[in-house]
């Protein structure tokens, strides 16, 4: 099977959604409080909307030639949905345990699934594909 374009531009719009919903994130967040929880959890969220923008930048430039902008999305999705439930089930150190789920909340932990399966699906075959595009220069 061959890794369409379309697959690779559906990856790179996920990881930009996941950012700009950290970055709506932050913003709420400000609004809310300004205490020193309200103004670490705003700078969490910021700086995961901020890793989310440049990686999907990368996708698109990078294409076929490495697996790696996959598998950093991947990894950083798993860690945030992590940090998700540690915060819903675990005391941690500045906010406690979190009991709030709002359509944020639920709108990142699916787009951030859908990277992981996205991406997961897609790793295979750029391997393959990256074999092909390497055997046609030679």
Do not use: C
């Amino acid at each position: 099977m061959k890794v369409s374009k379309k697959s690779i531009l559906f990856a790179a719009m996920l990881v930009f959604a996941s950012g700009l919903i950290y970055f709506y994130a932050a913003f709420s967040q400000s609004k809310e409080s300004m205490d020193a929880a309200s103004q670490i959890q705003t700078m969490f969220f910021t700086v995961s909307g901020i890793a989310f923008v440049p990686l999907g930048i990368w996708m698109l430039k990078n294409r076929l030639y490495s697996r790696a902008p996959y598998v950093i999305a991947t990894i950083i999705s798993v860690a945030m949905i992590g940090f998700y439930v540690a915060s819903r089930t675990v005391n941690l150190p500045v906010v406690g345990i979190q009991d709030d789920t709002g359509p944020i909340d639920i709108a990142s932990k699916v787009v951030q699934g859908t990277i992981i399966i996205t991406s997961a699906l897609l790793m295979p075959h750029l391997k393959r594909e990256q074999l092909a595009i390497l055997s046609k220069s030679k």
